[in-house]
């Protein structure tokens, strides 16, 4: 049993598509800029609120994105998430998704970056992104699945990293651990 210390239901669909056995408990850990830390705060908050379940994990994760070195979080609202459209249209920018998986013995930290390029956005196709509402809680203002899909030009790395939770790396830490439905326990 895995406690998804996220609220995300990208990162709930993700885990869910591995067929592992979780239960969401959502973190009180107020996110700050950096994400291992916002990761490995949610994951300790739920272990020392609830414990870690036996034979199992905690697994936090949180997602930035990054530009010139400007963090680029949740925006507020949609004058902020058009501001940073705008700001991300036709650059190369960094998507950064971090997890902390604690187990009962053991804690691994991942960080895995992936490169996505928007589109560059004219008013009309920021506007029709915008109506849509998928901005709302997305961190730099845009999600790359529905209709995300089209402003994305182009993406250099993990695909689901994007989305929320970095399958690629994930898989090898649950597997090392023990909890990947395809490997024998540790």
């Known amino acids: 049993m895995i406690l998804l210390a996220s609220r995300s239901p990208q990162r709930r669909a993700l885990l869910g598509a591995l067929g592992l056995e979780f239960q969401v408990v959502v973190s009180s850990v107020v996110e700050g800029e950096d994400p291992l830390g916002n990761a490995r705060a949610k994951a300790e908050e739920v272990a020392g609120r609830l414990g870690v379940p036996v034979g199992g994990a ?53 960080v895995d970056d992936t490169i996505v390029v928007l589109r560059p956005l004219d008013p009309a196709m920021a506007s029709w992104y915008l109506d849509t509402g998928e901005w709302r809680e997305r961190a730099g203002g845009y999600a790359i699945q529905g209709a995300g899909a089209a402003i994305v030009e182009r993406i250099a790395g993990d695909y689901t990293t994007v989305v929320g939770l970095p399958l690629g790396a994930l898989v090898t830490a649950l597997a090392e651990l023990g909890l990947a439905p395809w490997s024998a326990p540790a």
Do not use: N, Y
């Not at 949609?78 to 700001?87: H, I, Q």
């Not at 960094?94 to 997890?99: E, F, G, I």
């Not at 604690?102 to 691994?108: A, E, S």
């Open 58 to 110: 905690v697994l936090g994760a949180d997602t930035e994105v990054i530009l010139d070195g400007r963090v680029f979080g949740k925006p507020a609202d949609r004058a902020a998430a058009a501001e940073m459209l705008a700001t991300l249209s036709g650059r190369p920018h960094t998507v950064r998704t971090a997890v902390c998986l604690i187990t009962p013995d053991d804690r691994r930290e991942l």
